[in-house]
Antibody
Framework: EVQLVESGGGLVQPGGSLRLSCAAS????????MNWVRQAPGKGLEWVSY????????YYADSVKGRFTISRDNAKNSLYLQMNSLRAEDTAVYYC??????????????????WGKGTTVTVSS | DIQLTQSPSFLSASVGDRVTITCRAS??????LAWYQQKPGKAPKLLIY???TLQSGVPSRFSGSGSGTEFTLTISSLQPEDFATYYC?????????FGQGTRLEIK
């Protein structure tokens, strides 16, 4: 079964750090690009970060750039999100999501087809 | 950044109704759009990608259309399990923005 399982969430004080993990199983993790997406309480979805299959290409949302670092260990089938200088507005459920791609002629259509159940991060004093 | 605006934000409908949700992009994104369904306390579920391609296992009552800046998600005959929140997402460029969501509730 294709599965993503997040862990590492919890309660942290403003200015603190936390490292989230996402364990992948049931597919060849090293062949897929990955994302982190978050959802603040009662709010919509917010894309946070992307990493290519090799880890060589990375993107961040402006709201986390310079504070969060995405990484992966293909040997361990794991994705990570290092979160530093945490703020109250980072409080959210954090999901990892797999990127897949459909090729139609010259066009490459990406989509997020597998999602974990999420891990909750609460930033509060 | 590309902004996505969904309308309506809230929709009340009955079982058996046909409903349409619109997603408008602030600039052209070709067909690089996906639709997701999310139920309370659950992770989002992919419904449609490339604007109109139904994800495997998703019922055929769901359909998507559009390209450029205007897109629609249509549910042809609402079933009880369809009451949820729906999001569009653009995958044309980074950041990969989502629409604000459309909450579909039972009338």
């Amino acid at each position: 079964e294709v599965q993503l399982v997040e862990s590492g969430g919890g309660l942290v004080q403003p200015g603190g750090s936390l490292r989230l993990s996402c364990a992948a199983s049931g597919f060849t993790f090293s062949s897929y690009e990955m994302n982190w997406v978050r959802q603040a309480p009662g709010k919509g979805l917010e894309w946070v970060s992307y990493i290519s299959s090799s880890g060589s290409t990375i993107y961040y949302a402006d709201s986390v750039k310079g504070r969060f670092t995405i990484s992966r260990d293909n040997a361990k089938n794991s994705l990570y999100l290092q979160m530093n200088s945490l703020r109250a507005e980072d409080t959210a459920v954090y999901y990892c999501a797999r990127d897949d791609i459909a090729v139609a002629g010259l066009y490459y259509y990406y989509y997020m087809d597998v999602w974990g159940k999420g891990t909750t991060v609460t930033v509060s004093s | 950044d590309i902004q996505l605006t969904q309308s309506p934000s809230f929709l009340s409908a009955s079982v058996g109704d046909r409903v349409t949700i619109t997603c408008r992009a602030s600039q052209g994104i070709s067909s690089y759009l996906a639709w997701y369904q999310q139920k309370p306390g659950k992770a989002p579920k992919l419904l449609i990608y490339a604007a109109s391609t139904l994800q495997s296992g998703v019922p055929s009552r769901f359909s998507g259309s559009g390209s450029g800046t205007e897109f629609t998600l249509t549910i042809s005959s609402l079933q009880p399990e369809d009451f949820a929140t729906y999001y569009c997402q653009q995958l044309n460029s980074y950041p990969r923005t989502f629409g604000q969501g459309t909450r579909l509730e039972i009338k």
